[in-house]
Structure formats: structure tokens, C-alpha cells
């Protein structure tokens, strides 16, 4: 593999109008991209995004809150794939701690012609996709709703086949996402989460937008100190194997950075829960395995120092994001403290910027990593 680095030009510039047609994948000269410029771009965008997605979207959050508050499941089953799984795992831990209402996940590969129908008992299914338009994903739906279940969408794309299917459609508003790797969708698919939950539970918009405006803030201070990450970067350069490692909602923050490490830099990387990976994951760990540690949630934080310690002891090196509470880490990414909601939000910040500085040393363009695409059709 390639150890050269992508130059980055002097004065080069990174706006979205600009990349609209210096990346556009196809243009006759495609080597005019820059490499990562899309990413780079869609990572530092997501704050504004947050921002008016708390105070453009409130009729339709407040409609999807009303089929929480007015239909009162007693069961909501998620319907997602890829990087929109985890944010259903995110929404999974959020809905059980503030409504209590149990939370399902949907097994796409179990709709087919020959299966029968499956019936919920006064449920709710919220289906999170990107593009909307997944073949099983879209089955999936079509078979929830012959049910007679209702559905509510997350999606970036309001004129989709998903958001057409459900009764409520929310539209993310991220804006076009160019690099394959999601960024900026899911982040947004995070906060939307929030907002539903938080709205189905009484809050008030005038209470939840200042947290929104809080959350920004945070991230954007840590996007514009290049310093904030400098160690983590040093301590992750050209390993192989990484294991991110998360409890309650930050499970999610693992899994998803774990996938954004594989797939823009082509390493083995995994994301778990705490209470698992001090099991048979931990046998992965050998000296030079990095193992990144999310400690922002306080609830679970011990599990996640107890698997550090462990992994420590193997011979890892040790990067924490979060507050800073364990003293023998290798590096720090240090995060100020969010509302729980909040928390997973916040942390996938640095996880995206690292897997991109990551790809670009090594020579990669994790705007377009080899083998994948933007919009995967599963059947």
C-alpha cells in the first residue's frame, strides 16, 4: 500500500460550491479531485446542519412525536441498514431510558414471497435509511405496514420510495452527501432521534433548541483545533487493527466509528459494547492493537475502563475520547460533557475526522474507498 501523501494546495478551496464540480465523480478530467475534499467538507458542515434541522423541521418532528404520544405503542420496531443501523441501535438505548417503551430491530432477510406475515401488537416502526430507496429495506416496510402497523421515515431523501411508504416522513435536510462514506446523514439521523424522543417525552422546543445550539458549538470548537486530535492521529498512524469499544448509547459511536475506519482506510476494525468485548473480542487485542475507548457516557463508563485496563494489560495502546478519566491512556481526545442524548452525536466528530486524516496518509481517498458505493440496493 501506498505510504505517499495527497497534497493539499495551498489556498485550495473547500466550499461546497466549489467541490460541486471539482469532484464531481463524473467530470472528463477526474483528476481534479482532491481527495477527501468531499469528506473534509461534509464533517465540517454537520453543525449548521444541526442547527436547522432544530429549528426547520419541528412540524414534522412534532408529527412523528404524535405517533408516540397519541398511538402509544407498546412496541417500536427499527428498520435500518449499514451506518442508519446504528443509529437505530442509538435509538433503541435513548427510547428504552426516557419512554420506556421497548424497542425491536427489524431482520430485512426475513421478507420474502414464502414468509408469513408478521404481526405487531399495537406497534410503531421507524425506518432510517439515507437515500431511502434500499430494495429488502423498502420490503421490509411495505410488509410492516400489510400489517397494519404505522410507520414513521428518517430519510435524506424526502421524494424516496421509503418516505412516500410512511405515515410520517421526516426529512433530515443534510443536504447532498457525495462522499460514500455517511458523515452528515448520521449525525442528522442522530438528532432526529432526540428531538422525537425528547418532544414524545413533553419537552419543550424552547428548552431543546439552546442544548442543539450547545452541541454545535462543541463540535465546531473541536473541528477548529487541528491540535485537539494531533496525538490521537500520531498514536493510530499506520496500525491494522483497532478495536472502539462504547456502552449504553455510546455502543453506537463504537460500531459506527469502527465502520468508518474500515471502510475508508481498507484496516480490520471493530465496534462493541463494553459487557461483550471483555469476552471473545478481547482475544483480538495483541501488542500494537489500538484500542479506542469511549467514556463520554457516564452510565457503563466503568465496563468501558475495566475493558482498557484489560486490553492495557495485552499490550495495547490506549486512545480515550471523552472527559479524560483514564490516566494511563496513550492519547486523549478530551470532549466536553453533553446531555446523554447528546454524547454519541458529539464523539462521532472525531471518529470521522480521524478515519479521514487516516486514508489520506496512507495514500487513500476515502471519498471514494475501492469496492463500495454510495446507495447499496440489498434484496
Known amino acids: 500500500m501506498s505510504e505517499k501523501e495527497f497534497p493539499t494546495a495551498p489556498g485550495a ?6 467541490m460541486s464540480t471539482e469532484n464531481n ?45 397519541e398511538g402509544k405503542p407498546e412496541l417500536i420496531v427499527m428498520v435500518a441498514r449499514g451506518s442508519s443501523d446504528h443509529a437505530a441501535n442509538y ?11 421497548p424497542v425491536a430491530l427489524a431482520t430485512p432477510a426475513s421478507v420474502h414471497p414464502n414468509a408469513p406475515q408478521l404481526r405487531y401488537p399495537n406497534a410503531l416502526a421507524i425506518a432510517i435509511s439515507q437515500s431511502g430507496r434500499s430494495p429488502d429495506l423498502i420490503a421490509t416496510v ?15 431523501n424526502g421524494d424516496s420510495p421509503l418516505a ?45 433548541v439552546p442544548r442543539v445550539d450547545l452541541l454545535a458549538d462543541s463540535a465546531e470548537a473541536f473541528l477548529a483545533d487541528p491540535s485537539a486530535s494531533a496525538e490521537a492521529l500520531a498514536l493510530l498512524s499506520g496500525r491494522e487493527r483497532i478495536v472502539v469499544v462504547g456502552r449504553g448509547v455510546s455502543m453506537s459511536s463504537a460500531r459506527e466509528g469502527a465502520l468508518k475506519l474500515m471502510e475508508t482506510n481498507a484496516i480490520a476494525a471493530s465496534g462493541w459494547s463494553a459487557a461483550d468485548a471483555i469476552h471473545g473480542p478481547l482475544g483480538q487485542v495483541t501488542p500494537g492493537t489500538v484500542a479506542v475507548v469511549l467514556t463520554g457516557t457516564a452510565l457503563g463508563r466503568d465496563s468501558v475502563i475495566e475493558f482498557a ?12 475520547v471523552g472527559p479524560g478519566v483514564i490516566e494511563f491512556a496513550d492519547a486523549h481526545i478530551t470532549l466536553p460533557q453533553v446531555p446523554m442524548g447528546g454524547i454519541p452525536i458529539l464523539e462521532t466528530i472525531p471518529l470521522q475526522s480521524l478515519a479521514l486524516e487516516l486514508a489520506l496518509q496512507r495514500g487513500l481517498d476515502p471519498d471514494s474507498p475501492a469496492g463500495l458505493n454510495k446507495v447499496t440496493l440489498t434484496h
Not at 91 to 101: D, E, R, S, T
Not at 183 to 192: N, V, W
Not at 310 to 317: D, E, P, V, Y
Request: no cysteine; glycine share 6%.
Open 13 to 18: 478551496d473547500y466550499s461546497l460550491g466549489a
Open 25 to 69: 465523480l463524473d467530470a472528463p478530467n477526474k483528476d481534479v479531485r482532491v481527495p477527501g475534499a468531499l469528506m473534509r467538507a461534509e464533517i465540517a458542515e454537520q453543525p449548521v446542519r444541526w442547527r436547522e434541522l432544530v429549528r426547520e423541521s419541528r412540524t414534522q418532528i412534532d408529527a412523528a412525536a404524535a405517533l408516540i404520544t
Open 91 to 101: 435509538a433503541q438505548y435513548l427510547i428504552h431510558a426516557v419512554l420506556g417503551i
Open 142 to 156: 411495505e410488509s410492516i405496514r400489510a400489517g397494519g402497523t404505522p410507520v414513521l421515515s428518517l430519510t435524506n
Open 164 to 208: 412516500e411508504l410512511a405515515d410520517v416522513a421526516v426529512d433530515l435536510s443534510a443536504g447532498p452527501e457525495l462522499s460514500v462514506a455517511a458523515t452528515k446523514t448520521y449525525t442528522a439521523s442522530l438528532l432526529a432521534i432526540v428531538l422525537l424522543v425528547l418532544r414524545a417525552a413533553g419537552e419543550e422546543w424552547d428548552a431543546i
Open 309 to 320: 485496563e484489560k486490553a492495557h494489560a495485552l499490550g495495547a495502546n490506549v486512545l480515550e
